[in-house]
Structures are given as C-alpha cells and as structure tokens.
C-alpha cells in the first residue's frame, strides 16, 4: 500500500489543523493505521493509532487534544489536532500494518507515507 500524507503547515499556538493520510495500493479497511512524528534532532515518535475496527490508542502528549479518524470507502486516515502547542512541531508520518495487536512500536508498521510538516508558532 502506497500512502500520501498531507495538511501540514504553520499554524498559531491554540490552533487546530486537520492531517490527512490517502492511501492507494492494498486492502485499506484491514490495515492498521498509525501517525508518528519526528521532531528537528529527536526520534520518530508514536502520536496515535486506529485499528481496523476503529479502535483508537494515543501518547499521553496528545490524548485529549488529536483525534484520529478512518474513511474506509475513501481510503484516508485523518488527525484531527487542537490546541496546538510549539512543541507538537514535527514532520508527521502516517504509516500501515497488517500485523495485530495495535502498537505504539515503529518497526511494527511496514508502510509509511512521505511526512507532512506541521509548525506551530508561539
């Protein structure tokens, strides 16, 4: 499966923006979706999960500010993020597995999209 992320750019602390991740190529609704950012000199890391069910997990960082989504019959995982702050800057990555239980693990997914850039200014 192929997956395009977009939606990123410079949004104003407190703000919201909308990612969203379009994926072509495979069995979209039996996938496991997963969004991780990669911060300027840190490691990738786990944003939040939606399983094929619909399912749902998040970092502590995020969870009560993102919400992710899923549009099987358009193919498109979405993160819905508010009250932004500077540090949820980041190059966002939405990426795919088969493979089950629901992780918050990296290497666990074997498809990644491009990245999209969110900045967020104070």
């Known amino acids: 499966v192929q997956l395009q992320a977009s939606g990123g750019g410079l949004v104003q602390a407190g703000g919201s923006r909308i990612l969203s991740c379009a994926a072509s190529?495979?069995?979209?609704?039996?996938?496991?979706m997963g969004w991780f950012r990669q911060a300027p000199g840190k490691e990738r890391e786990f944003v939040t999960s939606?399983?094929?069910?619909?399912?749902?997990f998040y970092s502590d960082s995020v969870r009560g500010r993102f919400t992710v989504s899923r549009n099987n019959a358009r193919n498109t995982v979405y993160l819905g993020m508010t009250s932004l702050k500077p540090e949820d800057t980041a190059v966002y990555y939405c990426?795919?597995?088969?493979?089950?239980?629901?992780?918050?693990?990296?290497?666990?997914?074997?498809?990644w999209g491009q990245g999209t850039q969110v900045t967020v200014s104070s």
């Open positions: 939606i399983s094929s069910s619909g399912s749902t």
């Open positions: 990426a795919a597995t088969y493979r089950g239980p629901l992780t918050i693990l990296s290497s666990a997914y074997d498809h």
């Open positions: 190529g495979g069995t979209f609704s039996r996938y496991h």
